[in-house]
């Protein structure tokens, strides 16, 4: 079975500063992909960074960052120089190999940006 | 915009009302994705469809009937719908099916009401 666990249900951050989104996953499959979305108040879900079980490197994409410890079986999103913009859920999300049809969602984080 | 469509953005109908969801992809995709996205839980996937073919019903109740009449479009049916059936619906597409890379496109989401 897949599984997808987001710890930290709301977060509080200074603007400018730096912060880190808990993720961590649980997969028999031996190679799989890791998502992070954002949804804004909207609702619309916003596709951010991909990290490849494979991949030798960490993704990054902007000012967004994807902190992949394999062993530890953790992605965490690292959001660089926060942004009053950046307020929204984050979800963590990941497929499988061996159900590469759909992807299982963490429960989110809802991340506030203070001014 | 991410080139995934939905209408209505916000429905309000009683238990027993019919009413349909639609969701419109201009991307050239052909796998086609519902999601509900209730209070206070993860993102529950509803059903699949890979070039209109149906190839995941995630034990979907009946009063949610699922239509694909191209690979553009996806409906989803409500009839005697119940309160708790109160969500946010979202449709997603992704090039295909198969694949570990390929993020899904979001659409805005139908905020559905059941009185």
């Known amino acids: 079975a897949q599984k997808i666990t987001q710890t930290q249900p709301g977060m509080f951050v200074q603007e400018k500063e730096a912060v880190t989104l808990d993720c961590t996953y649980d997969?028999?499959?031996?190679?799989?992909?890791l998502f992070w979305y954002k949804q804004p108040s909207s609702g619309e879900m916003i596709f951010l960074i991909y990290q490849g079980s494979y991949d030798q490197q960490n993704a990054t994409e902007g000012r967004y960052s994807l902190n992949f410890q394999k062993a530890r079986k953790s992605a965490n999103l690292v959001i660089s120089a926060s942004q009053l913009g950046d307020s929204a859920m984050y979800f963590c999300?990941?497929?499988?190999?061996?159900?590469?049809?759909?992807?299982?969602f963490g429960s989110g984080t809802r991340l506030s940006i203070r001014p | 915009e991410t080139g995934v469509t939905q209408t209505p953005r916000h429905l309000v109908m009683g238990m027993t009302n019919k009413k349909s969801l639609k969701c419109e992809q201009h991307l050239g995709h052909n796998a086609m994705y519902w999601y509900k996205q209730s209070a206070k839980k993860p993102l529950e996937l509803m059903f699949v469809y890979n070039f209109k073919e149906q190839t995941e019903n995630n034990s979907v109740p009946s009063r949610f009937s699922p239509e694909c009449p191209n690979s553009s479009h996806l409906f989803l049916h409500l009839h005697t719908l119940q309160p708790e059936d109160s969500a946010l619906y979202l449709c997603?597409?992704?090039?295909?099916?198969?694949?570990?890379?390929?993020?899904?496109?979001f659409g805005p989401g139908t905020r559905l009401t059941v009185l």
């Open positions: 999300a990941m497929r499988g190999h061996s159900s590469a049809s759909k992807i299982i």
């Open positions: 997969t028999s499959d031996p190679s799989y992909g």
């Open positions: 997603a597409s992704r090039p295909g099916t198969s694949g570990m890379a390929n993020e899904q496109f």
